[in-house]
């Protein structure tokens, strides 16, 4: 998008409303930070840098970090309240499935004793999640 120069005659580093951070074009596709497009006599594009991971200028490789972060970034980090491909998860306390497929069929009733009995089995105790109709995990208690 077009960015006008301000009154100082440099291209501004955010964009407002929002204040997110700008990063600029040159007519060869080169990544340029708002001090280095203010050098530059071409004119240039400039882009609100929303999502993504730090990109860097061209001319002086001054980092420019985006105003979401790197979202590959953050889902590569094991996040806490998320079943791991180890661990068992349920809808119903009949079916229990872990690595995506089904490791035990059991009655509600008796599901902590099923779970208790395969994880001996497997030498391995990960842990149990019930996933809700909304997709929300909540973590179990086996005994
Ligand atoms: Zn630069």
Redesign the pocket.
Known sequence: MKIDRQSDGTYPAYAWPGGYPLYYLDREDNI??P??ASQETNPVEGQVYYEGSTLQ?D??F?TIESAYGDPEAEQTEPAEDEPAEDDYTTSDYCTFYQYGKLAVSTEADHWQTAIAAHMDQQQMWPNVWHISDHGNAHLLSVE
Do not use: F, G
Request: glycine residues 0%; charged residues 10%.
């Open positions: 340029l930070c001090t280095c200028c001319e002086c001054a």
